[in-house]
């Protein structure tokens, strides 16, 4: 069973639309970190954030915000006013012992 | 900052081949880890490694097989290639201080095609 879908494979906006990306995992350890990383076309993965199971806040990061809600076992990720620099795979991941990844969603950011 | 480097970035081999794909990290981090990047599967944990000598399977773990001689490297091994390995190969590294849950650094992939 996947433990983590991203249901969205391909999103493309136009520059400074906002876009939320969606991600529900998959667990039966209470205590668990997700993650969201963003992989733009040089190809290196690259950390955005963590959250554990256990604060629930969600978090704004200059454009970036992180909705996390444990009822519905979702972590949403939003960009707000998009910009080109945005265009990436960005992948959700679950930590409950090992890493586990979503499929990834494409967002492409046109000018 | 956290430094994952992979031996090469494009990578082609023949079937039956043994390749070896080399990973070093310089932040002195206990745990390494090798997946595999596929269209629509993200990514797959084959192997990885908590200290010096040790590894464990991850989930696709057949096919390959790992070496950790060193803290700083980490080597994944295709004892006999085949054409469904053809893939992205990432390394990560993370820190064991604080737990298991630690965020992972990555280097900047391999892609190998096998012929």
């Known amino acids: 069973a996947q433990k983590v879908t991203q249901a969205q494979t391909e999103i493309s906006v136009v520059e400074k639309e906002d876009v939320t990306l969606d991600c529900v995992y998959e667990?039966?350890?209470?205590?668990?970190?997700l993650f969201w990383y963003k992989q733009p076309p040089s190809g290196e993965l690259v950390f955005l954030i963590r959250?554990?199971?256990?604060?629930?806040q969600n978090e704004i990061s200059g454009r970036y915000s992180w909705n996390f809600q444990k009822s519905t076992s979702s972590f949403n990720f939003t960009i707000t006013a998009s910009q080109v620099v945005d265009s990436a795979v960005y992948f959700c991941?679950?930590?409950?012992?090992?890493?586990?990844f979503g499929a990834g969603t494409t967002v492409t950011v046109r000018a | 900052d956290v430094k994952v480097t992979q031996s090469s970035r494009y990578l082609v081999k023949r079937t039956g081949e043994k390749v070896f794909l080399e990973c070093v990290q310089d932040?002195?981090?206990?745990?390494m880890f090798w997946y595999r990047q596929d269209p629509g599967l993200g990514l797959r944990l084959i192997y990885f490694?908590?200290?010096?000598?040790?590894?464990e399977k991850g989930d696709i773990p057949e096919g390959y097989s790992v070496s950790r001689e060193k803290k700083e490297r980490f080597s994944l091994i295709l004892e006999s290639a085949s054409t469904n390995q053809t893939s992205m190969y990432l390394c990560?590294?993370?820190?064991?201080?604080?737990?298991?849950?630690?965020?992972?650094?990555f280097g900047p992939g391999t892609r190998l095609t096998v012929l």
């Open positions: 990560a590294s993370s820190t064991l201080a604080g737990g298991l849950y630690n965020e992972q650094f």
């Open positions: 667990t039966r350890d209470t205590t668990y970190y």
């Open positions: 959250r554990n199971s256990f604060d629930e």
């Open positions: 991941a679950l930590n409950d012992y090992k890493l586990s």
């Open positions: 932040m002195d981090h206990e745990n």
């Open positions: 490694s908590y200290d010096v000598k040790m590894k």
